[in-house]
């Protein structure tokens, strides 16, 4: 359950994050929007074809919520509406690129038949150590 504040031991910066950026769909549209600057509703739709409209929207909503995205829209019949990266979205441009990098490689690492579902494979959880808990988080 994500903590309500950020004031616990280290790491919770990191969770406060990927309470931004995580999930499937909004590092992938900060990644689009980076690279392509500004794109109307339709043409994100486009270039995410697995995302339904209704995830788009909340995705969406939720970045620019946070302060990531800035959406414009034009007085115009049918309605235009573009989205961008706000300055504060696009202090996350290392961190985007890095993600990007990290997974090329992953890709690059599995094998011709694992590439399809970049995504870990569901088996045995290995056994881990217990861990020490110096905090809320």
């Known amino acids: 359950m994500p903590h309500k504040t950020f004031t616990c031991a280290v790491g919770c910066s ?3 994050t990927l309470n931004l950026i995580g999930g499937k769909w909004k590092g ?3 990644y689009r929007l980076l690279t392509e600057q500004v794109l109307r509703f339709n043409e994100l739709g486009r270039l995410l074809p697995n995302i339904t409209q209704r995830m ?6 939720e ?4 302060g ?7 007085p115009e019949v049918p309605p235009k509406v573009e989205y961008r990266l706000t300055d504060y979205g696009r202090t996350l441009a290392p961190v985007i690129h890095a993600l ?7 890709v690059e690492r599995l094998g011709p038949d694992d590439r399809d579902d970049a995504s870990p494979k ?3 959880r290995p056994t881990e150590a217990p861990r020490t808990v110096s905090g809320p988080c």
């Open 14 to 16: 990191v969770e406060a």
């Open 63 to 66: 970045l620019e919520a946070n």
């Open 68 to 74: 990531l995205v800035a959406r414009k829209v034009y």
């Open 28 to 30: 992938v549209i900060l």
């Open 100 to 106: 990007k990098k990290w997974g090329d490689a992953h």
């Open 122 to 124: 569901r088996g045995p």
């Open 56 to 61: 788009l929207t909340n995705q969406l909503r």
